[in-house]
């Protein structure tokens, strides 16, 4: 499946990412409005990845130009306190506006977005908090697709058909998931596979390297740095790879050399994107 991709986002300023296809914005920093204009009525579906104020604060806007019966669907993270305020706060500063539904996710919902196209929440790191509580997530949206079981694949089409009148589609078919893209919010580097299989993989990389941050920085541990992103795609099955959140200390040059430096490093072969500091770029995949 195309995937357009339109996004903007820099560190501790806004994130946002569009994907027109699915009528699906994830996050909605400062400025998703005013970024995307006209096609923000597109949008559907709202998944916030956590509730730092950078990946938040543009549903005020979008949901009063936005809202209509049944839409926005803005889904947040179940244990978030923050969205239950803004809920409440939107339904009395915008009273003329109402269809927006706020809704709880947790890890391992499938979310029906599309005729099989599914978004699936599951945990990071980024917010330090017990295992039964829920405040940070990173997603995957899978398409999919139901294939003929093996044992069926030699009979005629008029001979399946029976089959399927018989004993129903379910039971003559598997589904096969295809991993179409993936995003990863604000996280610290993952090295458990989570990323494998996916066809388009959006990280964060808000420092270059390693010793960019002093060790008591309260940063430290939350986010990912460039160099072990690409060390950990190059040993992972991604097929493109967009990178964002980077820190707005660092110049477009910094970065693209850096890119090219750790993409060498690593021998990472795969289109490399990224969203550089304060711009918005669109159709991501494009170039
Ligand atoms: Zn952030």
């Known amino acids: 499946m195309k995937l357009t991709i339109t996004g903007f986002s ?28 006209q096609k923000s009525h597109k949008v559907k579906y709202i998944f916030v990845s956590h509730a730092d104020r950078d990946h938040l604060t543009g549903l005020l806007q979008f949901n009063q130009l936005n809202a209509r019966p049944g839409f926005p669907k803005i889904y947040y993270p179940r244990d978030s306190g923050s969205f239950h305020f803004l809920e409440e706060f939107t339904t009395h500063f915008d009273p003329h506006v109402s269809g927006t539904e706020w809704i709880k996710m947790e890890e391992g919902d499938m979310i029906e977005i599309k005729k099989n196209i599914f978004v699936q929440p599951f945990r990071n790191k980024h917010v330090p ?61 993952e090295n458990d596979g989570r990323w494998d299989e996916t066809k388009v993989l959006i990280h964060e990389a808000t420092f270059l390297r390693k010793g960019d941050i002093d060790l008591d920085d309260y940063r430290k541990g939350k986010h ?30 910094e970065i693209d050399e850096a890119i090219d430096f750790f993409c060498k490093k690593f021998e990472l072969k795969i289109p490399v994107f990224r969203v550089l500091p304060g711009e918005t770029v669109r159709d991501i995949l494009r170039n």
């Open 10 to 37: 820099t560190a501790l300023f806004s994130t946002w990412y569009f994907i027109e296809e699915l009528s699906l914005l994830f996050d909605c920093g400062d400025g998703a409005s005013s970024g995307l204009l």
């Open 129 to 189: 908090v017990r295992k039964e509580l829920v405040k940070s997530l990173s997603f995957h949206v899978f398409e999919t697709k139901r294939k003929l079981k093996d044992e069926y694949l030699h009979l005629s089409g008029k001979e399946i058909a029976a089959l399927r009148n018989e004993l129903g589609k379910e039971n003559i078919t598997i589904e096969l998931r295809e991993n179409i893209l993936s995003y990863s919010g604000d996280t610290p580097i």
């Open 224 to 253: 990912s740095y460039l160099e072990e992103v690409i060390e950990m795609v190059s040993k992972t099955k991604v097929e493109k790879l967009i990178l964002g959140h980077f820190s707005s200390r660092y110049s477009a040059e």
